[in-house]
């Protein structure tokens, strides 16, 4: 089956520094990937949709510009959390969807949890 | 927009019972999705349910469809410990849309 990967799967960090976390599609092209965050006994809320050499969509109330969203290939996208802060700890978790698949299925990430202290 | 609601939102069982879990949503959709996660962990993909009326099965697990009804039911068939986890339905309406999750405890 369609294997996505995360990287790093956890990460802690100070306050106001950035953290960069990668989406591989392992053994499909992605022509679309996703972006959630989940917080602890809550579920996973959309973040942004990322299309492949285009901008990536976000969700209302998602900052474009604290959330950079790569999608520079079509096994890659990164999102970028910049000037972090404690309540950007979350778990983030990426998806992609198969570019040859007919269907709208979203394979997932293992995720990547984020700690900003 | 389109909304997805799950009850029960808690849900703890005795080992053997039978159970039901629901999700409702708001909007026309014809493929919904069951995953299952556990504590730390990203989504494991239960079911996909493509059509009104569409039941899937597996192990103690059985899932359906009612897509005049907007709901999708996932039955748990004689619990057993290891199926201890939250469970979430979703639809993809251009992008995936998730219920709240019912977290569901089985207790010996």
């Known amino acids: ?117 | 927009e389109l909304k997805v609601e799950q009850n029960p939102l808690f849900l703890s069982m005795q080992e053997g019972k039978n159970y039901t879990i629901y999700c409702n949503y708001s909007t026309t959709s014809d493929r919904l999705y069951w995953y299952r996660q556990d504590p730390g962990k990203s989504l494991e993909s239960l079911f996909v349910l493509l059509s009104n009326g569409a039941v899937k099965q597996e192990g103690r697990l059985m899932a359906s469809l009612d897509t005049k009804a907007r709901l999708s039911t996932l039955h748990i068939t004689a619990a057993v410990h290891d199926l201890s986890a939250t469970y979430f339905c979703a639809l993809n309406n251009n992008d995936m849309r998730f219920g709240a999750g019912t977290r569901l405890t089985v207790k010996p």
Request: contains cysteine; glycine residues 6%; hydrophobic residues 35%.
């Open chain 1, 1 to 117: 089956g369609a294997v996505v990967s995360q990287h790093p799967s956890w990460v802690i960090c100070k306050s106001g520094t950035s953290v960069k976390i990668e989406c591989r599609s392992l053994d499909f092209q992605a022509t679309t990937m996703f972006w959630y965050r989940q917080f602890p006994k809550q579920s996973l809320m959309l973040m942004a949709t990322s299309n492949e050499g285009s901008k990536a969509t976000y969700e209302q109330g998602v900052e474009k510009d604290k959330f950079l969203i790569n999608h520079a290939s079509l096994t890659l996208s990164t999102l970028t959390v910049t000037s972090a802060h404690p309540e950007d700890s979350s778990f983030y978790i990426c998806s992609a969807r198969d570019g040859r698949e007919i269907g709208e299925t979203q394979y997932f990430g293992p995720g990547t949890r984020l700690l900003v202290l």
